[in-house]
């Protein structure tokens, strides 16, 4: 009997993932403010949400400056908790995640492609502070399935243009 071909990617699956997503950011930031095992809790997110091992992914944080482009898991969780954490050689790296953020929401633009194997998506994020305060970050995520669930395999993140 043939395999059943992957159903293709809905919207609604998107922004499920995207709300997996806001919540590890979250996640990863308790388990740092309340001293638990960081390395831990940041590899099961990343292994959960990103397809490395998969296939490839492309991932472009949005504050990395010398190396720019993380293609790799360790690349990837040593931006989320910083290089002292992780020591995998990304010196850059203070841990985005763990600045702590008590939510992070998406503003998807109206480019949600569904229909297919895989989706794109973009748009602003906006990640708040337990102060209240908020930084809003341009993205564009890529999607793959992997099971009932998706995995990110494109993730561009960017500040928003300024002048000065």
Known sequence: MAKKPPADITKKEVETAQKRWAAAIVDIGNVYMTGG????????????????GDGPVLFKP???????????FKGAL???IGNDFAQLGFNE????????FVAVRFRNADFIFEGAKRAIAMGNYFFTTPNGEYAKVEYTFGYRRRGDDLVIDL????LPFSHG
């Not at 841990?95 to 702590?100: L, N």
């Not at 993730?155 to 960017?158: E, G, K, L, T």
């Open 78 to 80: 040593s931006y989320f």
């Open 62 to 72: 949005t504050k990395c400056e010398q190396v720019q482009f993380r293609t790799t």
């Open 93 to 100: 790296d203070q841990g985005f995640a763990i600045a702590p």
């Open 155 to 158: 993730h561009h993140s960017s």
């Open 37 to 52: 095992d960081l390395v831990k809790c940041a590899t099961g997110h990343i292994k959960d949400l990103y397809g490395y």
